[in-house]
Nanobody, 124 residues
Framework: QVQLVESGGGLVQAGGSLRLSCAAS????????TAWFRQAPGKEREFVSV????????YYADSVKGRFTFSRDNAKNAVYLQMNSVKPEDTAVYYC?????????????????WGQGTQVTVSS
């Protein structure tokens, strides 16, 4: 049973940067498809980015493409979401999720394992 723990959220001004971390225990990220989702108040959980098993391919939502970077450190069994040029609309709770073989990697229902979430607030 994989357990995921996110960290790194906080308050940041628009245009600034933040790095989120997600550490795994009970399993190796190399065996899972790992994704970041976010959920703003009153909105559905939405896809942000995904990294496949081999970590050679990453995909991003159009809303974050060019600003966010998803990376993985196999030695630390951790993944990171580097958020640059943040905007107020990036404000949300960010979740790390993992699954061995999601059919649709942008759909949160496909992921079995979730972290507790970390709050990101971007002030204008």
């Amino acid at each position: 049973q994989v357990q995921l723990v996110e960290s790194g959220g906080g308050l940041v001004q628009a245009g600034g940067s933040l790095r989120l971390s997600c550490a795994a225990s009970g399993g190796s990220f190399g065996s899972y498809v790992t994704a970041w989702f976010r959920q703003a108040p009153g909105k559905e959980r939405e896809f942000v980015s995904v990294i496949k098993w081999s970590a050679t391919r990453t995909y991003y939502a159009d809303s974050v493409k060019g600003r966010f970077t998803f990376s993985r450190d196999n030695a630390k069994n951790a993944v990171y979401l580097q958020m640059n040029s943040v905007k107020p609309e990036d404000t949300a709770v960010y979740y790390c999720a993992a699954d061995r073989n999601p059919r649709y990697y942008t759909d949160p229902v496909e992921y079995d394992y979730w972290g507790q979430g970390t709050q990101v607030t971007v002030s204008s």
